[in-house]
């Protein structure tokens, strides 16, 4: 019975990677397609398509500077995810969308209250203007390094330590490196309140100076 689930999955991969693909497997068990020294369950070398009943997701290097890419065989199809399977964290470098919304249904929340002080906080911040140094992009192409080296420069944001002292909601620290992150979007409610703020400021001012 193992001999044959071994050549049914053998067969279903042949035909998945074409009839010419070269299928190696090792004494560990581990299978390489167009690779002869397989280090991972399954590793292969080159282009591969995944079907569905709607589509197909495609591996291949037509990414950005010729990267490997996965991308949907169509364009405006394909979902990572979905509502009831998500995934637990992504780390990504540079996001491009059309849109990005975040989950923000009454529903799902509790222990709702008012912000207060939201200006006095907000004048204690610093915004500052930076680059992202050298070090921190650790890839061996050389092209790759500078492209993402001149891209990190003069960004402009907060630190993150200093941040933290005024909102520390909004900062999260990442244990398998230890370095910080801000959630940028959580800093708009408290704009709006402090500009309310200011706004209630200017207004018995005025009301101030009309009386006079």
């Keep these: ?4 689930v071994i050549i049914f999955v053998l067969g279903f991969m042949a035909l998945s990677f074409g009839a010419i693909a070269q299928i190696k497997v090792a004494s560990t068990g581990y299978v390489g397609i167009n690779n002869t020294s397989p280090a991972y369950n399954l590793d ?9 009943s709607s589509g197909a997701l495609i591996f291949d290097n037509t990414g950005y500077l010729g990267l490997p890419t ?28 059309r849109q990005l919304t975040y989950t923000s249904d009454e529903s799902v929340k509790e222990n ?22 050298s070090d921190y992009f650790n890839v061996n192409d050389e092209k790759l390094k500078k492209s993402l080296v001149e891209k990190g420069k003069n960004e402009i944001g907060f630190l993150a330590q200093e941040l933290k002292e005024v909102f520390p909601e909004t900062v999260y620290l990442d244990p398998s490196n230890d370095l910080y ?14 500009i309310k703020e200011q706004q209630t400021q200017i207004d018995e001012l005025k009301k101030l100076i009309n009386e006079k």
Excluded at 44 to 52: L, N, Q, V
Excluded at 112 to 133: F, H, M, P, T
């Design 70 to 97: 996965i991308h949907p065989a169509d364009d405006w199809y394909g979902c990572l995810g979905t509502s009831a399977k998500r995934f637990g964290l992504l780390y990504i470098d540079h996001v491009l969308t």
């Design 181 to 194: 992150s801000v959630n940028y979007i959580q800093l708009i409610p408290v704009l709006v309140e402090a």
């Design 112 to 133: 709702i209250k008012n912000l207060n002080n939201s200006l006095a906080k907000i004048q204690k911040l610093r915004g500052v203007q930076y680059d992202i140094k």
């Design 1 to 4: 019975m193992k001999k044959l």
């Design 44 to 52: 292969w070398y080159g282009t591969g398509r995944w079907w569905a």
